[in-house]
């Protein structure tokens, strides 16, 4: 359960039972604040406890934990339902997760966990995902690589061009950010707070996440590419992106490392994953490819090989 908006999921036989004595059952708790505290009490008279589902949250975005999700919208786990004898299951997520945010999303979606993205929420509220786009646009041009590859919608995946000495930090289907030196991966997945908790007078400390700070030296802020189309290559049998990168006044750098602005648009190469939630989570590996083109950069993203680290 996303307490405050986000959803929640019960199986079919619980609803059915729930359906017989919400009415009565709802009107024992007025002082309750919306339809899903009221539920859970209602299912608490039904001696049906709570499923924890780390990872779906009120955060603007829900998640869901890898598992399968079958027949009655439950995740396999503790709470599985059995038709055998029909069990009665709430499928209801962990609300430790409960944050409600504003503003630019580029680090949170850029640090989304092994999980599936299913759903935004307070659309209207946020910057658009894309730059110079309405929301409503922006939120359908993510959704063009979900054609292609709808398991694999921003998720992280993490690499270095070793030659350049940068970190690579790739969301499938939405943004890719590039930054001088060498950032371990601990600290690259973390989300980075571009984003603004709902309370003001609350810090980042009040996310059921781990966050790490924007980048405040002149040689560690990003520069992002965003995607910009989403096309499958019947010959090779691959997915193929290209994002482009977004102009930004990026102040000048004393390191002696190559600036990424060299680079004007970057192609990302990968197979479908329809099974990735299927099997163990694990995120995808990276890597960079040899470039045919000056300002072109090639990544390939995709299932981790035997002993594959990322490493420099």
């Avoid at 007025?30 to 339809?35: E, T, V």
């Avoid at 890898?66 to 709470?79: E, N």
């Avoid at 398991?151 to 001088?180: H, N, P, T």
């Avoid at 707070?193 to 009040?206: G, M, P, Q």
């Amino acid at each position: 359960m996303a307490y405050g908006g986000g959803g929640f999921a019960i199986s079919y036989p619980l609803a059915v039972e729930l359906e017989r004595m919400q009415d009565r059952c709802i009107k024992r708790y007025p002082g309750l604040y919306g339809s899903d505290d009221r539920m859970q009490a209602c299912m608490a008279e039904l001696n049906v406890p709570l499923t924890k589902e780390p990872g779906f949250h009120q955060v603007v975005i829900d998640r869901v934990t890898p598992s399968p999700i079958k027949d009655c919208g439950c995740a396999q786990g503790p709470g599985k339902l059995d038709r055998n004898n029909g069990g009665l299951v709430d499928c209801l997520p962990d609300t430790s997760g409960k944050n409600d945010i504003y503003g630019n999303l580029l680090g949170l979606l850029s640090g989304h966990p092994v999980t599936p993205l299913v759903s935004l929420h307070h659309f209207d509220i946020i910057d658009p995902i894309f730059p110079g786009m309405k929301r409503v646009d922006a939120l359908k041009h993510l959704l063009e690589s979900t054609k292609f590859d709808s398991a694999s919608i921003i998720q992280q995946s993490i690499c270095y061009d070793k030659k350049q000495e940068w970190s690579v930090l790739v969301s499938w289907g939405f943004a890719i950010q590039i930054m001088r030196g060498i950032i371990s991966p601990r600290e690259l997945e973390s989300p980075t707070r571009t984003f603004l908790n709902w309370y003001k007078v609350l810090d980042f400390t009040a996310y059921a996440f781990n966050t790490r700070p924007v980048a405040g030296h002149p040689c560690q802020q990003p520069f992002v590419f965003y995607i910009n189309s989403t096309q499958y290559d019947k010959t090779r049998r691959q997915i193929i992106g290209i994002y482009t990168y977004y102009h930004e006044t990026n102040p000048p750098c004393p390191w002696g490392i190559k600036s990424p602005k060299t680079i004007h648009t970057i192609v990302v190469l990968k197979h479908e994953d329809p099974n990735r939630w299927q099997k163990a989570p694990r995120k995808d590996c990276c890597r960079v490819l040899p470039s045919i083109e000056e300002g072109i950069m090639y990544l390939w993203v995709g299932h981790c090989g035997h002993n594959e680290v990322i490493e420099m």
